[in-house]
């Protein structure tokens, strides 16, 4: 475990000290199993009580965890013969996205992600998964084609947010965006959206028109970062925790709101834990999901894909 | 940085005079946001609002823009009961949703109806730059959506002016789910062939450009509306450089191929009613 949480420490100097009373039992002739058990059984309920009542602040952190598990390494576990596409065919190939070609138990289908590095290195390559343009014509290019091919689309979401550049602006950051939500809306295939780890505003959302759309139980969704609504709300960054609170942008809180269909649940202490665990538990909801829809016809995908948005939002009558 | 410490130091602040720190009396002059010249608010009305000496546009409320376009009398309002509700209990939200509508005497950042522009009927929304900077909520994305479904059924073109600095943060996601509602229903819109012309007015930012503002059949701005996605300190602080003076302006956007013209208030009722000739559905009976 390189990268220790804030509200995790407690869980981690715990464990520390049970190893070194282990270590220490082995090498010396005190016997201190009694000490090891009652302190095991202390970590037990210590992670429970941790990992169990996490603040929507602690989820954001594991969102943004440097291990956290990415749109690849999901591919490389659910489907089988991967090949990935490259390029918009008007600017450029666009690395913030991956998008390709799979089997899914045996069936065709678009894969298409954000995708973010884990080092200094690819997330130079990959800009920190933040897209440009070029980024989401190529998405809209793969989902033409999977319906030109009836083959369903798995679209991940796992962004910051569009890449705040002048060159994004310069070709069209905007329109690439609105673009894609009304092209998605049209689409005569199935969509399922899963965000794994930050849905970062209209950049998550140019991925996240779907007929389906999950959320893994630490992953987040908000309409500006907790950071920048603090600093725009009360003119300081420093209450991004109470952005993040105030804003509802957890899985637990989406799933009220009803803007979200299922919450995927991740393995004790977040999905970087155990990636084939967290794989099995996409697995499961994403089978799920493709079983219903490839049961519908277009026409119905479409009319439930409009009756699913026109229910989103709240307001009161004079 | 050691030239620093030998540059000429100001001896003296300058204190504005009283009489530059009063502003122009209230209602009857007013200063161009632009040249800063002061004009009888009068004379800035009767030219909608455009500066007769350097044409700076100033923003239109939303009435004041639907009398400057439609037919006298014409128009009819849609959904003006729905109102602003509090989903996710943010704190401070309600009071200032209430504050707005009582300076702005509108329920909610856009005007959505139908009228006609020179005998010719369209379904139209306006945004209101001035109730909560036009972000768009859950109110706003339903009304914009409504009006379009309504176009769509009674066989109208469709023309929105918009103003907006986003979605709105107090709604949280639901707000960002408006911009896919909005344009869920502009595909259907479009699909059943409906004409529909998008006016990009200062200023038409985030959510609200990366999703109906920027899928007209035709995207066309008023001179100098500011036009992007993301805003520019936040560019310039990611990319670290200074951006040039007229970033994201909508010249900046025509010359980038982004917008399909920029047009003057003044010419904009002819333009609208000259493509609402152009794409009149008579002679073809569906």
């Known amino acids: 475990m390189k990268q220790v949480l804030e509200f995790e420490k407690p869980i981690v100097d715990l464990k520390e000290k049970i190893s070194e009373l282990k270590r220490f039992t082995q090498d010396s002739e005190i016997d201190l199993s009694d000490e090891i058990t009652t302190l095991e059984k202390r970590l037990a309920v210590l992670e ?68 973010r590095g884990k080092d200094t290195k690819e997330n130079l390559r990959r800009n920190f998964g933040m897209p440009h343009p070029e980024g989401y014509r190529k998405a809209l290019r793969h989902m033409k084609q999977a319906e030109k091919f009836g083959r369903p689309i798995i679209c991940f979401i796992d962004t910051k947010g569009a890449y705040p550049g002048k060159a994004a602006e310069e070709r069209g950051q905007s329109e690439a965006i609105a673009r894609n939500l009304m092209e998605m809306a049209g689409l005569r295939v199935p969509i399922v959206c899963v965000v794994i780890g930050e849905g970062g505003s209209g950049g998550a959302l140019a991925l996240g028109v779907g007929d389906e759309i999950h959320m893994l139980e630490n992953s987040t969704y908000s309409v500006i970062s907790p950071e920048g609504a603090a600093s725009i ?25 009803q803007v979200i269909d299922k919450i995927v649940p991740e393995p004790k202490g ?17 089978e799920q999901s493709l079983h219903t829809l490839s049961k519908c016809s277009a026409d119905t995908l479409l009319e439930n894909r409009w009756q699913k948005y026109k229910q989103i939002g709240d307001y009161n009558l004079l | 940085m050691l030239k620093d410490f030998f540059g000429k130091r100001r001896k003296y602040a300058s204190i504005p005079s009283e009489q530059a ?55 009819e309002e849609w959904d003006n009961d729905l109102i602003t509700s509090n989903p996710l209990q943010f704190p401070g939200y309600e009071e200032k949703v209430v504050k707005d509508r009582k300076k702005t005497g509108l329920n909610e950042g856009v005007v959505t109806g139908k009228g ?64 896919t509602k909005t344009s869920i229903a502009v595909k259907r819109f479009s699909d059943a062939g409906g004409f529909m012309v998008s006016v990009m007015t200062h200023p038409t930012t985030g959510g609200v450009s990366a999703s109906f503002a920027s899928i007209g059949d035709y995207n066309i701005a008023e001179p100098g509306a500011l036009i992007g996605f993301a805003g520019r300190r936040i560019i310039e602080q990611t990319i670290r450089e200074k951006l040039p003076e007229d970033f994201q302006t909508a010249e900046f956007q025509l010359k980038h191929g982004q917008l399909d013209k920029v047009v003057h208030r003044q010419e904009m009722q002819e333009l609208l009613s000259k493509l609402l000739k152009f794409h009149q559905k008579g002679g073809e009976e569906a």
Not at chain 1, 73 to 97: M, P
Not at chain 1, 237 to 256: N, V
Not at chain 2, 63 to 72: G, Y
Not at chain 2, 137 to 142: A, D, K, L, Q, T
């Open chain 1, 270 to 286: 977040g999905a970087h834990r155990d990636l084939d665990q967290q794989a099995a538990y996409l697995d499961e909801v994403l």
């Open chain 1, 233 to 257: 709300l009360w003119k300081d960054s420093a209450y991004a925790q109470r952005a993040a609170e105030s804003m509802k942008i957890t899985a637990y809180d989406l799933k009220k709101l």
């Open chain 1, 48 to 115: 429970n009580d941790i990992y169990g009542n996490l603040k929507p602040w602690d989820r954001v952190q594991l969102a943004r965890h440097s291990e956290r598990p990415t749109t690849l390494d999901y591919v490389h576990k659910l489907f089988t013969d991967f090949i990935e596409f490259h390029g918009d065919r008007l600017f450029g190939d666009d690395e913030a996205i991956i998008a390709g070609i799979a089997y899914y138990k045996d069936n065709p289908v678009t894969v298409i992600g954000h995708q």
């Open chain 2, 116 to 179: 006609t522009i020179e005998g010719q009927a369209t379904a139209f929304a306006v945004m209101d730059s001035t109730f909560r900077m036009g972000s768009m909520g859950s109110v706003i994305g339903e009304k914009i959506a409504r009006a379009l479904e309504n176009a769509k059924n009674e066989g109208l073109p469709f023309i929105i002016f918009t103003a907006s600095g986003g979605a709105r943060m107090q709604e949280g996601l639901l707000s960002l789910m408006q911009m």
């Open chain 2, 21 to 75: 720190k009063a502003d122009v009396p209230e209602g009857l002059m007013q200063k161009c946001n632009g040249c800063h010249k002061i004009y009888y608010r009068k004379e800035m009305n009767k030219n909608l609002q455009v500066c007769p000496n350097c044409g700076y546009h100033h923003p239109l409320q939303a009435w004041d823009r639907i009398d400057t376009l439609f037919d006298e009398n014409s128009f």
